[in-house]
């Protein structure tokens, strides 16, 4: 081969292998800070890359949440990895959903198209600045954990399941979506059937994966156990503080202190309430 031929091949492969972990890994190779970042540089054009469809959403997410949710209308409603607020708006969108949705994510730029999209229902939606894989929640908070096409892209996918285990409620409603397109991601994917088996480890029942995207299988679960349902609550009363862990937050101006240790988590302009920055007590 030619000096040039050589030259062409490598920049290609280069461009190849790069469109790869940028693109159709969307960084998780190059480590989470890279991952955040893409999301954060995306965040504007997030929903016209992903084409969401407001008639598909309530189609194929609401609708069947609330079915399954019947006859409970007053859900209390987790989204892990939130994103642009997909799931919370399908479902407040939804004249039959009474309850209320908490969404987290580490993009603080998808969770400002998020408070962006939901403005109007702000009474009955949090957008949390924060970690999946340390919930700042008690155990069993919620009658429903959800987390759409993410999995994949964190570090550890066994821990994000197992603290969504820890809050949800026994006899609450899990879905989640499993990455059927593995040649793509080798390591970071699951077959169905060994993620049943690691969400029946985590203590989860009744699993049903469900056909959805050319990529996406859902998966559908139960807590173990039984328990009432918990139904809308405020945030006050089930937020953590992030350094005493004590339930005992109250809502200022601009901010959330906690009356047990004088912890402090500031509130963007747009209302997300920002973990990753709160200001421990001097």
């Known amino acids: 081969m030619t000096p040039v031929v050589l030259l062409v091949a490598g920049v290609s492969l280069l461009a190849l292998s790069l469109y790869w972990m940028l693109v159709e890994t969307e960084g998780v190779y190059l480590g989470r800070r890279v991952v955040i970042w893409l999301y954060d540089l995306y965040a504007r054009r997030y929903d016209q890359i992903k084409s969401f469809h407001p008639d598909y959403e309530q189609w194929l997410l609401a609708e069947p949440i609330l079915g399954i949710l019947a006859p409970q209308q007053n859900p209390l409603v987790l989204d892990v990895a939130t994103g642009t607020g997909r799931l919370p708006l399908a479902l407040l969108d939804n004249p039959h959903f009474q309850g209320r949705v908490v969404g987290v994510d580490l993009s603080r730029a998808m969770l400002r198209q998020a408070a962006n999209k939901l403005?109007?229902?702000?009474?009955?939606?949090?957008?949390?600045?924060?970690?999946?894989?340390?919930?700042?929640?008690?155990?069993?908070?919620?009658?429903?954990?959800?987390?759409?096409?993410?999995?994949?892209?964190?570090?550890?996918?066994?821990?994000?399941?197992?603290?969504?285990?820890?809050?949800?409620?026994?006899?609450?409603?899990?879905?989640?979506?499993?990455?059927?397109?593995?040649?793509?991601?080798?390591?970071?994917?699951?077959?169905?059937?060994?993620?049943?088996?690691?969400?029946?480890?985590?203590?989860?029942?009744?699993?049903?994966?469900?056909?959805?995207?050319?990529?996406?299988?859902?998966?559908?679960?139960?807590?173990?156990?039984?328990?009432?349902?918990?139904?809308?609550?405020?945030?006050?009363?089930?937020?953590?503080?992030?350094?005493?862990?004590?339930?005992?937050?109250?809502?200022?101006?601009?901010?959330?202190?906690?009356?047990?240790?004088?912890?402090?988590?500031p509130v963007g302009g747009d209302g997300v309430i920002e973990l990753q920055t709160a200001v421990p007590p001097r």
Request: with cysteine; proline share 6%.
């Open 119 to 265: 403005r109007g229902h702000e009474r009955r939606v949090d957008l949390l600045w924060s970690s999946a894989e340390v919930l700042p929640f008690p155990d069993a908070t919620f009658d429903m954990v959800t987390c759409l096409e993410a999995l994949e892209f964190v570090p550890d996918a066994q821990i994000v399941i197992a603290e969504m285990a820890r809050v949800l409620r026994p006899g609450g409603l899990l879905l989640i979506t499993n990455r059927i397109n593995m040649r793509w991601m080798p390591g970071k994917t699951f077959s169905d059937e060994h993620m049943q088996d690691l969400l029946e480890r985590h203590g989860f029942e009744d699993v049903m994966p469900e056909i959805w995207q050319i990529d996406y299988h859902k998966i559908w679960a139960t807590r173990a156990g039984e328990s009432a349902p918990v139904g809308t609550r405020p945030l006050a009363e089930f937020l953590r503080c992030p350094n005493c862990q004590q339930v005992e937050m109250e809502a200022m101006k601009r901010a959330w202190r906690c009356n047990h240790c004088g912890a402090k988590i």
